[in-house]
């Protein structure tokens, strides 16, 4: 089965490729010919595929900001505004989640909102209530 969505991390994964698997990269690299290179992919095609489709239906969450990411387009990737604008559309989803998960009290607190947008609209700039025809 291919994940969809973002990917979670892996502190141990992270690791390991920081240390081990430098050296092994780097050990392989001096004795199979072609080890790394483009392309080669073809000599394992059941993984080739299953990499393929997992980098195209998840997201690192890492380099999703970051400037040279592939999910920007090129000219979104020049302006300084769009890292702000990422992480504003963070604080929008989380908010929606949150509203979404806790919606008893998102209604309270709609209704609130409306309450006092009439109260105030009942009362004009002298403090004297207006009725309303």
Same mark, same amino acid.
């Given at each position: 089965?291919?994940?969809?969505?973002?990917?979670?991390?892996?502190?141990?994964?992270?690791?390991?490729?920081?240390? =081990?698997?430098?050296?092994? /990269? *780097?050990?392989?690299? @001096?004795?199979?010919?072609?080890?790394?290179?483009? #392309?080669? +992919?073809?000599?394992?095609?059941?993984?080739?595929?299953?990499?393929?489709?997992?980098?195209?239906?998840?997201?690192?969450?890492?380099?999703?900001?970051? =400037?040279?990411?592939?999910? /920007? *387009?090129?000219?979104s @990737?020049?302006?300084?505004?769009?890292?702000?604008? #990422?992480? +504003?559309?963070?604080?929008?989803?989380?908010?929606?989640?949150?509203?979404?998960?806790?919606?008893?009290?998102?209604l309270?607190?709609?209704?609130?909102?409306?309450?006092m947008?009439?109260?105030?609209?009942?009362?004009?700039?002298?403090?004297?209530?207006?009725?309303?025809?």
């Amino acid at each position: 089965m291919v994940k969809v969505g973002i990917r979670r991390r892996s502190f141990k994964g992270s690791f390991s490729a920081m240390t =081990k698997g430098r050296a092994t /990269r *780097s050990f392989k690299r @001096a004795i199979i010919p072609g080890y790394g290179k483009r #392309g080669m +992919g073809w000599l394992h095609p059941k993984r080739k595929i299953y990499n393929q489709i997992y980098s195209r239906t998840t997201v690192d969450p890492r380099k999703l900001f970051s =400037k040279n990411s592939p999910h /920007r *387009s090129i000219t979104s @990737a020049s302006s300084s505004s769009t890292h702000v604008w #990422g992480w +504003g559309m963070v604080l929008v989803f989380l908010l929606v989640g949150l509203a979404v998960v806790y919606w008893e009290v998102t209604l309270t607190l709609i209704l609130i909102l409306g309450l006092m947008v009439y109260f105030l609209k009942k009362v004009n700039h002298y403090g004297k209530i207006t009725k309303f025809t």
